[in-house]
């Protein structure tokens, strides 16, 4: 059976979306996606946000990654960025608001080098 995730049609559930793999340019596996975070006055996938490290989803790390740094790759079947393993490592902390802060947003959209979706 073919994964919603990784057939042929442009679009996919969000549910579907949600643990596929993360891999860097040279297929590292880097993580997966947790979930989407969407922002609800335009409609744009503001983040993914992606679980990383840990062992078993014991320790696990989440962070907040520009949807537009990822790009799917049918033959990995998952997405492809160019943010390494030391970037998602080193990202802007984030506190309790950092879902309406857009001094985070955009100090966090600099960070991987792409302007904010919201500009």
Excluded at 67 to 78: A, E, F, H, T, V
Aim: charged fraction near 20%; aromatic fraction near 12%.
């Amino acid at each position: 059976m073919t994964h919603p995730a990784t057939s042929s049609s442009s679009m996919v559930s969000s549910a579907d979306v949600n643990g596929t793999a993360v891999y860097s340019p040279n297929g590292e596996h880097l993580g997966h996606i947790d979930h989407l975070m969407i922002d609800k006055e335009s409609g744009v996938i503001a983040y993914a946000i992606m679980g990383f490290g840990g062992f078993l989803g014991m320790a696990e790390d989440h962070h907040p990654i520009p949807w537009k740094k990822l790009n799917y790759d049918p033959s990995l079947g998952g997405f492809v960025t160019d943010i390494t393993r030391e970037q998602l490592e080193g990202a802007p902390a984030r506190d309790e608001n950092w879902r309406d802060d857009r001094n985070w947003g955009a100090a966090t959209y600099n960070y991987y080098g792409i302007p904010p979706y919201w500009m």
